[in-house]
């Protein structure tokens, strides 16, 4: 099962936005509104920033935002802050009844 | 306040049995589907294995297969995985999340509990 494919490492100075893909196929991110992403700090265990493709569950800041287009799904950081400097990974429903994780994008605040 | 505490990691032979379990608190554990999900050391997130919150439905990677289990006591608010046939590419933090229900996210984790498979 191959993981979805998300650049290693973005980064962006504070204020800035910036943008992390995750594509896939059309078994997957393409055929499906069940992407979700998350953000991980490290030792810590991650937390769901999105689902659904572009929902946001309560708590989690206006300044992340989700879309999607063909097989690809973005999530996106606006006005960035230097607490946001973590992983982020993706995650999407699959055909063969299975789930499946990006490779994780390492974010850097400059 | 929902909470996951995943037990049972530790240090196995290759070829070797564990069982993990996850206590679930704060919320109605039988009307929700749970996952298994592991990090292996400074690798990414790889989804395990998902059950349905009926228990008539599993999922599994194929990487895990036909050697690890997935189950549920309902009546005890607890998931589980067995897993048999360790090899050195299982060790990781396995974490329990829980199923949000609207497009198979992860709405909640656990801390996390580290398998160890080495000889």
């Known amino acids: 099962q191959s993981a979805l494919t998300q650049p290693a490492s973005v980064s962006g100075s504070p204020g800035q936005s910036i943008t992390i893909s995750c594509t896939g196929t059309?078994?997957?991110?393409?055929?499906?509104?069940?992407v979700s992403w998350y953000q991980q700090y490290p030792g810590k265990a991650p937390k769901l920033i999105i689902y659904?493709?572009?929902s946001r569950p309560s708590g989690v800041s206006n300044r992340f935002s989700g879309s999607k287009s063909g097989n690809t799904a973005s999530l996106t950081i606006s006005g960035l802050q230097a607490e946001d400097e973590a992983d982020y990974y993706c995650?999407?429903?699959?055909?063969?009844?299975?789930?499946?994780f990006g490779g994780g994008t390492k974010l850097t605040v400059l | 306040e929902v909470q996951l505490v995943e037990s049972g990691g530790g240090l196995v032979q290759p070829g070797g049995s564990l069982r993990l379990s996850c206590a679930a608190s704060?919320?109605?554990?039988?009307?929700?589907?749970m996952n298994w999900v592991r990090q292996a050391p400074g690798k990414g997130l790889e989804w395990v294995s998902y059950?349905?919150?009926?228990?008539?439905?599993?999922y599994y990677a194929d990487s895990v297969k036909g050697r690890f289990t997935i189950s549920r006591d309902n009546a005890k608010n607890s998931l589980y995985l067995q897993m048999n046939s360790l090899r050195d590419e299982d060790t990781a933090i396995y974490y329990c999340?829980?199923?949000?229900?609207?497009?198979?996210?992860?709405?909640?984790w656990g801390q996390g509990t580290l398998v160890t498979v080495s000889s």
């Open positions: 999340t829980r199923d949000g229900g609207y497009s198979y996210e992860h709405d909640h």
């Open positions: 704060g919320f109605t554990f039988s009307s929700y589907s």
């Open positions: 059950i349905q919150n009926s228990i008539t439905t599993k």
């Open positions: 059309s078994s997957d991110v393409g055929g499906y509104n069940f």
């Open positions: 659904e493709v572009s």
């Open positions: 995650n999407s429903y699959r055909s063969s009844s299975t789930l499946v």
